[in-house]
């Protein structure tokens, strides 16, 4: 009987850790994440890196063109990497690196390029 019950008692323990921990991966985007306003002049200054495959101009041999995209488009795209929702093994580990303001710097920059 003791038994049984402290083994109800680690199934609702496993259950309360584990059901946040996936609902937070299965959530959308928090809000302020979304909200965070990044800086332009940073972005362009981080951009180093990407622009050797995403070339300032577009698109170039099967990588996808990021210039000009909406700022929300690639926040949500990087974080995507970030969390291994995305599947990608360069962007998810470019993407793992970055914090979320580096992300909304970044975005914020290609945003602006025609
Ligand atoms: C080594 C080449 C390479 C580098 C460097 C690189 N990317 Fe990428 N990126 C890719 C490829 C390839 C894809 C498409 C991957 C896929 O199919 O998900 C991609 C996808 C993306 C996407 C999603 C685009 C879409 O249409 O959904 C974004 C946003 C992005 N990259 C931003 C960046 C940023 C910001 C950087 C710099 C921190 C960067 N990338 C650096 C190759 C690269």
């Not at 929300?72 to 962007?91: C, G, L, S, T």
Request: glycine fraction near 8%; aromatic fraction near 6%; charged fraction near 20%.
């Amino acid at each position: 009987m003791e038994r049984r019950c402290s083994r109800r008692g680690l199934t609702i323990i496993a259950i309360t850790v584990a059901l946040p921990v996936y609902m937070a991966f299965a959530e959308e985007l928090p809000p302020e994440i979304l909200a965070i306003k990044g800086d332009v002049a940073w972005g362009e200054y981080l951009s180093g890196e990407c622009v050797t495959c995403h070339s300032a101009q577009g698109a170039e041999g099967g990588i996808p063109r990021i210039a000009g995209r909406d700022t929300e488009d690639i926040v949500v795209a990087m974080h995507a990497y970030k969390q291994n929702q995305r599947v990608h093994p360069i962007m998810q580990m470019l993407a793992g690196r970055l914090s979320t303001e580096e992300i909304a710097a970044l975005a914020a920059y290609f945003n602006t390029l025609d």
